[in-house]
């Protein structure tokens, strides 16, 4: 049943994953390019000094540059906005096929389990193909991108994932994806901006945020399973 | 306590403080097709989701097969074959694909049994889902749920899309699960499909139960609108006089009434004069309402 629920998600959004992936990595190239043109306008330099102190990071190297623009503040919008438009109606689109397979002898928990696990693996792909562009651009110019690695994508990750949980409980809590949907974007907006861009990088001192978003997306996907077992499937 | 293959006792579901059964206490035996009869938000689709336990009720309980339908669900789950009034396919691939990957889910020898009702309902195995017609995907989903030779058939409205040969097929398949000693419980608005196969009728009326009828009442008083025109002025008292005829009216040569059962006198009674036209149709929902318990079938 797992891997029937899987299946059915992931053949039925493929292509807008993949699309969405294919998103992702342009405004990564974006990123690159712009860090040539944009790199001395005060305006970006103003946005740096707002939103990230950079710890000890230089905004006209490339590695400030891919972790205040790329990381800080394209990727985690290219990710959040598209996996919580997904999650939020992942067990409210298609509910005559839910209505089927919930009447076989299997429980709810891995229906449930099987979509979210094709949900994350359309973020995964979005999440890889984004940041391969910015560690080879950092790694060739300048080096330092196994940081980058171990601590943008890391949280990049549990960004996305946190996210996405989050919508898939309003989801299912509220029966109307419109209204998760919306909840979950203005969620988005108000921790992006009141946390500042700054302390979203997950480094040493800063591994506590790491463990809360690690946190939401773990609560989130249980309450979400809690909600589905005792919700009424009405196809 | 007499076992029961679906047994309900005082069973309600309010949806907020929308109505979708109140109250609703019935009992199917095996090897009985029993119908559900109702018009749309009669709390027909309630009752099943009820007791395949994907919504729960506010009060009281229903068992199926002797099992409570929440604590025992997947052991019930294993014995009865449903078919929901919506459903769909979200994946790709072909009829074959999607029957085989359900026959999987049900395990066992479901697979043969699925190709061969394919077979009998003439559904093309390598048709892509995604050209499916309302008319195939009733067919699959009829097949999904014989498919494992459930004990009891859930069935939500399961002749609704189907042309005549699919239906000939599905009421000769009820037949059979009953001949093997199974149950069939299926909802319907069309009350001849009730009284061609039910042994056992539940009318329900806003979520309240209405009656329950035999089958052999049903088919005894068969309603049907019929209209005879003459070929000249006829006398209304030989027709009013008819025990079995209901709301005789008699315009321009024209006789319009409503039979119930033997239309044995009606048509000698005719006969005195010269018929030049006979038509006979199914009455509709609101009109069997009307006329055997006496309320609209959609009036509040």
């Known amino acids: 049943m797992l891997l029937d629920a899987f299946a059915s998600v992931w053949m039925a959004h493929r292509r807008a994953w993949l699309i969405w992936a294919v998103a992702v990595t342009g405004l990564a190239l974006a990123v690159i390019a712009g860090y040539d043109f944009l790199l001395r306008r005060w305006m970006v330099i103003n946005l740096a000094d707002w939103l990230n102190d950079l710890q000890g990071l230089d905004v006209n190297e490339p590695l400030g540059w891919a972790r205040l623009i790329g990381f800080g503040i394209v990727l985690p919008w290219a990710v959040g906005v598209p996996v919580v438009y997904w999650a939020s109606a992942l067990l409210l689109n298609g509910q005559g096929e839910l209505t089927l397979l919930l009447a076989y002898p299997y429980p709810r928990w891995q229906v449930l389990l099987g979509r979210w696990l094709a949900l994350v693996l359309g973020l995964m792909l979005a999440i890889v193909m984004g940041s391969l562009p910015l560690l080879l651009w950092v790694g060739w110019q300048q080096g330092g991108w196994l940081a980058l690695l171990r601590e943008q994508m890391l949280f990049l990750a549990l960004w996305g994932l946190s996210w996405a949980n989050v919508a898939l409980c309003l989801g299912v809590w509220s029966g109307q994806a419109r209204l998760a949907r919306w909840s979950a974007w203005l969620g988005l907006l108000f921790v992006w901006v009141g946390v500042g861009v700054g302390k979203l990088f997950w480094n040493s001192s800063e591994q506590l945020l790491g463990w809360l978003l690690a946190g939401v997306a773990g609560m989130g996907l249980v309450a979400a399973l809690w909600l589905f077992e005792r919700r009424d499937i009405l196809g | ?300």
Not at chain 2, 229 to 239: E, H, K, L, N, T
């Open chain 2, 1 to 300: 306590m007499r076992y029961l293959v679906v047994r309900t006792e005082n069973l309600t579901k309010f949806f907020g403080h929308c109505r979708g059964v109140e109250d609703l206490t019935i009992g199917v035996e095996p090897g009985q097709v029993y119908g559900v009869l109702g018009p749309q938000g009669a709390g027909k689709s309630t009752l099943l989701r009820l007791l395949m336990d994907l919504i729960r009720p506010t009060r009281g309980h229903a068992l199926v097969l002797g099992m409570d339908v929440h604590h025992q669900k997947a052991a019930i789950q294993r014995r009865v074959g449903y078919l929901p009034a919506e459903f769909g396919f979200v994946r790709g691939g072909t009829v074959g694909s999607l029957l085989h990957g359900l026959a999987m889910l049900r395990g066992g020898q479901t697979w043969q049994a699925a190709q061969g009702l394919a077979e009998r309902f003439n559904l093309d195995l390598a048709t892509p889902i995604a050209t499916l017609g309302a008319l195939q995907t009733q067919k699959i989903g009829l097949i999904q749920a014989f498919m494992h030779h459930p004990d009891l058939v859930v069935l939500d409205e399961p002749t609704r899309h189907l042309d005549q040969d699919a239906q000939d097929v599905f009421f000769r398949l009820v037949s059979e699960v009953r001949a093997e000693g199974g149950a069939v419980l299926f909802t319907s608005s069309v009350l001849c499909e009730m009284e061609r196969v039910c042994d056992q009728v539940a009318v329900l009326h806003h979520g309240h139960l209405l009656a329950v009828e035999r089958g052999v009442q049903l088919r005894a008083r068969a309603l049907r609108k019929v209209e005879m025109r003459f070929a000249g002025p006829v006398s209304a008292d030989v027709f009013c006089r008819l025990p079995n005829l209901e709301q005789v009216r008699l315009e321009d040569n024209k006789l319009r009434c409503l039979l119930s059962g033997d239309p044995d006198p009606l048509l000698k009674a005719a006969s005195q004069f010269r018929v030049m036209d006979i038509l006979s149709q199914q009455p509709t929902l609101e009109e069997v309402y009307r006329s055997y318990y006496g309320v609209g079938a959609y009036a509040a």
